[in-house]
């Protein structure tokens, strides 16, 4: 079991920045693939950032070049740096772990508790 405690959301204007922390513990040895998703009012829950055991990062399209993650394997962080912050970033975000199986699909999924984030004009 991977526990996943996320924090640093908050209440900003548009073209602010903010930060978002994640502290894993647990069988973190386990966790191939470790980020954030978010759920904005009324949608979908997606996938914001991600980064594996490579190092190599993904990014929703709508957010690369605004956002960067960063992970500390000691610390067994993760951080999202959001920059440039614009009302359609609304949401809330959860940090976001899993552990893929033999057949190349995830074989279990981790979340946080979430952090609501919130960008006014």
């Known amino acids: 079991q991977v526990q996943l405690v996320d924090s640093g959301g908050g209440l900003v204007q548009a073209g602010g920045s903010l930060r978002l922390s994640c502290t894993a513990s647990g069988r973190t040895d386990t966790i191939d693939v470790i980020g954030w998703s978010r759920r904005p009012p009324g949608m979908e829950r997606e996938l914001v950032a991600a980064?594996?055991?490579?190092?190599?990062?993904e990014y929703l399209d709508s957010v690369r070049g605004r956002f960067t993650i960063s992970r500390d394997s000691v610390k067994n962080t993760i951080d999202l740096q959001m920059d440039n912050l614009n009302a359609e970033d609304t949401a809330v975000y959860y940090c976001?772990?899993?552990?893929?199986?033999?057949?190349?699909?995830?074989?279990?999924?981790?979340w946080g508790q979430g952090t609501q984030v919130s960008v006014v004009s």
């Open positions: 976001t772990a899993g552990t893929l199986g033999d057949d190349g699909n995830y074989a279990h999924l981790y």
């Open positions: 980064i594996n055991r490579a190092g190599k990062t």
